[in-house]
């Protein structure tokens, strides 16, 4: 059989014998074929409102409004659904103050060619646009309002200060939010870096509903609601899209019921029954979403559900931009024993968590149940070895190292884009 998995903007191959392949996990989305075009998915989506006004209603008598985009590492495909939310904005309001607020949370500011590939030139130079920073003190406000489990919703000053809040997003399976889209907007999103921390903490990370596909009390979950609706995100549109990035599906309306309708649609298409193997093949599903490291251990998390305790992981992710974080990075070099380093992350409390500290973490995790976790990649072999992980550069050579690790008669799971699905 050819296997063909997604790397950066081009594809990884090699052939596996049949009889050795346990089976191929793909969500059905990508057999769904949509009645109408993209654009028209939106359309529907935003003329009928789940729980809410229409958007050019909302925006009657609001002068600051500020639309959360998403950044550069999302493929939300924002071409289709920003010119929508503008022009039903200045219908309600021909006078608004329109900002867009990109929604980087901690990861590095979007670049301008970055922002012009997702958003069009037009919309670039012709809108008012603000990257957020969840470092600069400056442009954050803390709100009255405590988190659940008691931590403090520190956000963008622009968000907080808007007449009318909406977002942009996407839904699709999150490795320890459950999903992605809605709430994350607000938080991560436009959230400073120490509130982020405090949620994404290790007690949070480690619980058992902290899954993909999963938001049913779920910590992590409970948290990112409360901080959207105290900072009022009160309108989202959100879409699904399939491998090849395009819109199939949309909601748009208020922030809990559309979300939990897309999930809700996503759930019966992206759920795949587990198929134990001694390796399991995956990748994050190429450009954007694979440019470096750190957003790859999110497919590591799907190849962890299936491969079986004591096995290989292979990962297809090109990493042009190498490891995704300083803090992510130099947990592995000032540790190198994952169990003790695993085990430190356990002993830290909530308002001491660091940076990527859950990344570091989930990594951990899967390195524990493994044997070896091998690396497809354009990043330096060393550096790929700090992470205790085996680097190639080819899918035909992760599979001559993982054939010697356990067997050329050893069993295959294959999961061709790991953060599409989750492993029920």
Known sequence: MKIELPYGKGFQETEISNERINGVLEASIEEYQPEDDQLTIVKKAMKNPINSKKLKELAVGK??????????????????????????????????????????????????????????ENIYKNEKIYIHDCDDESMLVTLDEKLPSGGNIVVNKLAA????????????????????????????GCCSRKAVMYNHNAEFIDSEYARTGNLENNPIHKDMIA??????????????????????????????????????????????????????????????????????VKSMTAAEATVKDGGVIIV??????????????????????????????????????????????ILCRVLLKTKAIIYISDVDDEIIKTFHMIPVKTLDEAMEKANELMGNDSSVTVIPNGISVFIK
């Open 63 to 120: 002068d600051k409004v500020v639309i959360l985009i998403s950044d550069h590492t999302r493929p939300v495909p924002s071409k289709y659904i920003l010119p929508l939310m503008l022009k039903e904005i200045r219908e309600g309001n021909p006078d608004a103050d329109i900002t867009l607020l990109v929604a980087t949370g901690c990861h590095r500011g979007t670049t301008k060619e970055e922002l012009i590939g997702k958003i069009g």
């Open 161 to 188: 200060e808007a007449d009318l809040l909406v977002a942009e997003g996407f839904i699709e399976p999150h490795f320890f939010a459950g999903y992605s889209g809605g709430r994350k907007s607000v938080f991560p």
């Open 227 to 296: 901080a959207a609706k105290a900072l009022g995100l009160v309108y989202i549109v959100n879409v699904v899209i399939n491998s090849d990035k395009e819109v199939i599906h949309a909601v748009a309306g208020d922030l809990e019921k559309a979300h939990e309708a897309g999930t809700e649609w996503l759930k019966g298409k992206a759920g795949v029954d587990k198929r134990l193997a001694d390796i399991a093949i995956t990748s994050n599903g190429g450009y954007p979403l694979d440019q470096n490291i750190y957003q790859a």
């Open 316 to 361: 297809s992710a090109e990493s042009s931009d190498g490891t995704g974080g300083d803090a992510f990075y130099n947990a592995f070099v000032n540790e190198p024993d994952t169990e003790r380093l695993y085990q430190s992350f356990l002993d830290t409390p909530k308002e001491e968590t660091i940076p990527d500290q859950w990344e570091s973490q």
